[in-house]
């Protein structure tokens, strides 16, 4: 158990309803009753007492305390909790007050999480996806990260690591007890279950990041000519102006984000240069312009999905413009004719069946006609990348796969080891390796990155 006793409030800061603080340690029982009226109330029942400074005894609130007694709290160790008012001079003063009582210190970040840690309450794996169910901006991370802090994951890795340690004592005991009568199909049955092992890493290895992915938010680039609507379209699908819209073309320099919640799927939406050939002779803006159009490519080019967008009163008088977008055109790219407001409808309808193949959009995002069909096209391309992440127990952050990774390689070992001890050692690394994801082995370096992610008080 930790010594020292650590508070810190848990709510965001700012005008609140309620805010709450958070007391961990073994003198947390102590502090509760010195602010609260003198005694610990009843465990896990909600009390209301008034708040007092114990240095001189004055009202700083009325509040509701709990007390949650060591093993059963978050921590694992003695917790106490401040149910106030949330204003800030409230939680001020509560905090002033607990920072002049003996033994408390204010927490670090992540400190709270990081002892439900080091007491089993959390193994690491759970404790990332709590990160992650705190950060979560859209349903599909909900699920998923709720999934894993529940274990998902870890139940998955366990199990793959309990049949290889039991494996690994019958590789041991081969070693050992080489006179003794042992079952002759024993390596068989190992080696056997070693395959089938890798051949389940190897699954789940291959699901395209969906998951990491699901984490960070699906890439989608708008490209395109300058001037073709690029930021109109930003801003609509954002539904406020995230973008400057100007008649001049060049208006936008560098990538513009917006995050999107699209059919409960996070969508990361990013509006870029115009492309077009700058000639050796342009100077003075022309060379920032050149460098937002070398990061809009760069761009591109990690993007999940690609928007080309043409205009259309351009395209029908001169097809370079779309040739340009084709030339970009891949398994990627969601093609999008605009300003169609201003366009002879036969003529739309000729130039959509000669582009059959590349399925186009015909929108004006100024006029708001079309808008529905983008969207919609683009949650099919999020439901496909994700591909069910969030359902069941997945990969989520690039150590899992780092991991597993390390793990499939020494079973692959073990497998050809031309010696029993060189395949039982092939067989502790790989149960190590699995050990690492959730936090059993080798894992001290790991810790302080993972339990920094957290806001102070969790």
Not at 116 to 139: H, M, P, Q, R, Y
Not at 171 to 188: C, G, R, S
Not at 425 to 438: D, F, P
Request: proline share 3%; net charge negative; hydrophobic share 45%.
């Amino acid at each position: 158990m930790t010594q020292d006793t650590i508070f810190a409030p848990s709510t965001a800061p700012g005008r609140a309803g309620v805010a709450v603080v958070r007391i961990s340690g073994p003198d947390a029982g102590a502090a509760l009753a010195a602010i609260g009226g003198n005694r610990i109330p009843p465990a896990r029942v909600a009390t209301l007492r008034v708040i007092a400074d114990p240095a001189d005894g004055r009202a700083i609130d009325r509040g509701l305390l709990l007390w949650f007694p060591a093993p059963a709290s978050f921590t694992g160790e003695d917790v106490g909790e401040l149910h106030l008012h949330g204003g800030r001079a409230v939680v001020g003063a509560v905090l002033d007050a607990l920072a002049r009582v003996p033994g408390l210190r204010p927490a670090e970040a992540g400190e709270f999480t990081r002892r439900a840690f080091d007491n089993g309450k959390l193994d690491l794996s759970a404790v990332e996806g709590l990160a992650d169910l705190i950060d979560a901006e859209t349903e599909a991370q909900r699920r998923q990260a709720l999934r894993q802090m529940e274990g998902g994951l870890a139940r998955l890795t366990g199990s793959w690591a309990a049949r290889l340690t039991r494996v690994l004592a019958h590789a041991e005991a081969a070693i050992d007890f080489v006179e003794e009568e042992l079952p002759a199909d024993l390596q068989d049955v190992a080696l056997a279950e070693v395959i089938e092992i890798s051949a389940e890493i190897g699954r789940a290895l291959q699901d395209g990041h969906r998951g990491e992915r699901l984490r960070e938010g699906l890439s989608v680039v708008i490209l395109g000519a300058p001037n073709v609507g690029k930021s109109s379209l930003l801003n609509a699908l954002a539904r406020r102006e995230a973008a400057i819209v100007s008649e001049a073309a060049g208006t936008t320099r560098d990538v513009v984000e917006v995050h999107l919640d699209l059919g409960g799927y996070p969508v990361i939406l990013a509006d870029t240069a115009g492309l077009r050939e700058i000639a050796d002779d342009e100077k003075g803006q022309a060379a920032v312009e050149r460098e937002g159009i070398a990061r809009a490519r760069e761009r591109a080019a990690r993007a999940d999905v690609q928007v080309l967008m043409a205009d259309l009163t351009v395209v029908l008088r001169d097809d370079s413009q779309l040739d340009a977008v084709r030339a970009l055109f891949d398994h990627r790219s969601l093609l999008i004719l605009n300003k169609a407001d201003g366009c002879d409808s036969a003529a739309v309808t000729r130039l959509c069946e000669e582009l059959q193949d590349c399925a186009p959009l015909v929108i004006s995002a100024r006029e708001g006609t079309g808008l529905d069909r983008v969207l919609a096209r683009l949650v099919e391309r999020a439901e496909h990348s994700f591909g069910g992440a969030e359902e069941g127990a997945g990969i989520t952050r690039l150590r899992h796969r780092r991991a597993l990774e390390a793990c499939r390689e020494a079973l692959e070992r073990a497998r050809v080891a031309p010696l029993p001890e060189l395949a039982a050692e092939e067989l502790r690394l790989a149960v190590r390796a699995l050990g690492r994801i959730t936090g059993k082995v080798d894992v001290e370096h790991l810790l302080d990155i993972v339990f920094a992610e957290f806001c102070i008080g969790k």
